[in-house]
């Protein structure tokens, strides 16, 4: 993996232009410590940190095709490099390494920007065209690799992260208001925001084209969308058959690399999936897990034990306490470059730390809750399904039923909230479910100068119209369309930028683009039903894995910051949200934000909540406030 950063102009580029690209690169080192490189043309310059993986010696960037005209930086794995430098070589290119990067460029060269409907991979590249005067950035489909960007009309700068675009920025930038709403409303950022105001992100499956000689800004374009309307007709252990045969295939070419690979293993079904199929290709394979210092029910060490012994790896662990959290916090946040609502990028940070000591690839289950339906959600709207029709239909025993189960599950105020949203449109509904504050809620918790500020602004429209790019009417397809268009966003943002903290590859294999088709041709049915989620999956996974782990409820990796809080941390927090500095910039309602701590202390509710407002207020005093992160900034 690695780092890219650039600038291109209308104009010729100044030394102090060239010297701020240099000083991106500097920021990104953490994403590429083994060698680094810079171009410089007459208007733009291109710089690249890089983290060597495939072909140690010969994939130095900034690289160039043969006439030394078109010249790319990037970063990514491209995992059927071997089979287009094959095809490039018979269409008469000539190749002076045996990495993936000159393959994009030579399929540059033949299709375009149409070169990367061929890439299978993860990957964002710029690439510039000096005869053309044309700058070209790229993304993968599923967003895996991240790359952002900002355009005053006459230069366009970019990077792998927004940090390297802020930092070296005139000015100190802000929050963006809009995604400061978006943050708390649904835990993510909605279309191509970010938390920076200014600063976009090319979004996944797109590619951006700037003629520079040209008036006209850049043009994003869409290259790739993914489809739910067409079913596959395979039942049963045909339908088993077809993903572990692809699943399969996909763990195998993830495997490419000239370093030592390992796995995560959490105890989860998804990693001890993915680690299974991978000790079948390696001699020795080494897994990792992070446990707690807490509560036990939340440490899931003893499953990921359980599956290591039965693959027969070498198993890694490391316990993660609360000890100096705000420092370490401060760290987190600066390498995620963003406010985050989950506590799994806590541990996550130090298990990544742990996979570092011993290998340099890593792979992991990220993916598969948004394709094979594994979050309790899609269960919880199955329910709400069956309330509806049988109010529908008069049936009120059967609904009674379902109201006492659903108040078992998700409490008294859960049962509120959906009898509220019962005949709501499914979009809604939605929009509710996986909201972070809920939306009566969320409008207290501003101030009445920031709601002024964002008048007008509404969320649920921005999510809606991103949903209307679904082309099903099924509320799982839906659901699953959303988590994978926006929520597994945030996901993947925690995966690059903790392995890239500590210099290490991390690569998805649920998420090969082929993988992801077949999921999306699946019935909602073959994946969940009543209260069984991942049911395809589960039915590869037999044999596989303990019998244990494919039965056990998804617990998902986070950190028990309950009674981290309730505990010596609590102090810390209080003075953190309540201080005069974070009261003074205006965003939140004072008394709401006391009445958040209460509750989260005193009756051990809205915990999730008061840690949101802990790594916003983190986020706005490092970047925001211009403080850093002393010794990384």
Same mark, same amino acid.
């Given at each position: ?33 083994? %060698? ?10 291109? *710089? ?22 078109? &010249? ?33 460029? @030579? ?17 964002? $590249? ?115 058959? *077809?993903?572990? %045969? ?68 070498? @198993? ?17 946040? &600066? ?64 609904? *009674? ?82 988590? $994978? ?15 890239? *903290? ?132």
């Amino acid at each position: 993996m690695c780092g890219i950063t650039g600038t291109v102009s209308t104009r010729a580029l100044s030394d102090a232009a060239v010297k701020r690209v240099e000083r991106m690169a500097d920021i990104l080192r953490h994403r590429g410590p083994d %060698d680094h490189g810079l171009r410089r043309g007459g208007n733009y310059a291109l *710089a690249h940190r890089r983290l060597s993986i495939i072909d140690l010696e010969g994939g130095h960037q900034p690289m160039c095709n043969e006439t030394g005209t078109v &010249w790319i930086v990037f970063n990514g794995e491209i995992y059927n490099f071997p089979e287009l430098h094959d095809e490039l070589v018979a269409r008469g290119h000539s190749f002076r390494t045996r990495c993936d990067t000159e393959v994009i460029i @030579h399929l540059y060269e033949e299709y375009g920007s149409a070169c990367v409907s061929r890439l299978n991979g993860m990957f964002a $590249f710029a690439i510039y065209d000096e005869e053309q005067k044309q700058l070209f950035l790229a993304r993968d489909r599923a967003g895996i690799k991240p790359l952002y960007y900002i355009c005053n009309g006459s230069s366009l700068s970019f990077a792998s992260e927004a940090k390297a675009l802020v930092m070296t920025a005139e000015r100190l930038i802000g929050p963006d208001p809009r995604s400061v709403v978006d943050f708390f409303a649904l835990s993510l950022v909605q279309e191509d925001r970010t938390a920076f105001e200014d600063v976009r992100e090319l979004r996944p499956a797109h590619t951006l084209t700037w003629d520079v000689g040209r008036k006209s800004p850049p043009r994003p374009e869409r290259y790739w969308q993914l489809s739910y309307s067409h079913k596959l007709a395979l039942e049963g252990p045909e339908l088993a058959a *077809a993903v572990s %045969d692809l699943l399969e295939d996909a763990v195998r070419i993830h495997l490419i690399s000239d370093v030592p690979v390992g796995t995560y293993l959490s105890g989860g079904l998804d990693s001890s999936l993915i680690s299974a199929i991978a000790d079948n290709y390696l001699p020795e394979l080494n897994t990792f897990s992070a446990g707690f210092v807490g509560k036990e029910m939340l440490d899931e060490r003893p499953f990921a034990r359980e599956a290591a012994q039965m693959i027969g790896s070498k @198993h890694h662990e490391v316990e993660v306490g609360p000890d100096g959290f705000l420092g370490n916090l401060r760290r987190i946040i &600066w390498h995620m470059d963003e406010p985050t609502l989950s506590p799994g990028v806590y541990p996550y940070y130090f298990l990544c730390g742990l996979v570092a000591d011993s290998v340099k690839v890593v792979l992991g289950g990220q993916g598969s809750d948004e394709l094979f339906g594994g979050y309790p959600r899609y269960r919880m709207a199955l329910l709400e399904n069956d309330m509806r029709l049988s109010l529908k239909r008069l049936r009120l025993p059967r609904l *009674a039923a379902g109201a006492m189960e659903y108040r078992r599950r998700y409490g008294l105020g859960g049962l509120k909230n959906e009898v509220l949203r019962l005949n709501a449109p499914n979009d809604r509904r939605i929009y509710e479910i996986v909201s972070g504050f809920h939306p009566r809620r969320l409008p207290a918790l501003f101030s009445a100068g920031f709601r002024k500020k964002v008048a007008g602004y509404d969320p649920l429209m921005t999510f809606h119209r991103s949903l209307e790019e679904c082309d099903s009417d099924n509320l799982i397809d839906r659901m699953l369309y959303n988590d $994978f268009r926006n929520m597994l966003a945030s996901i993947l943002r925690t995966e690059d930028r903790m392995s890239m *903290a500590h210099s290490i590859e991390s690569r998805v294999p649920f998420l090969d683009y082929r993988l992801i088709e077949l999921a999306a041709s699946i019935p909602p049915k073959a994946k969940v039903r009543g209260d069984e989620p991942k049911l395809i999956l589960k039915e590869v996974a037999r044999g596989r894995v303990p019998d244990s782990i494919v039965a056990r409820r998804k617990q998902g990796f986070t950190a028990p910051i309950e009674s981290w809080f309730m505990g010596s941390l609590g102090g810390e927090i209080r003075d953190l949200l309540l201080s005069d500095r974070a009261l003074a910039r205006g965003i939140f309602d004072r008394t709401e934000v006391g009445r958040l701590i209460g509750r989260a202390f005193g009756k051990k509710k809205d915990i999730w909540r008061v840690w949101s407002l802990v790594t916003f207020e983190t986020w706005c005093r490092i970047f925001a406030d211009g403080e850093g992160v002393s010794g990384q900034d």
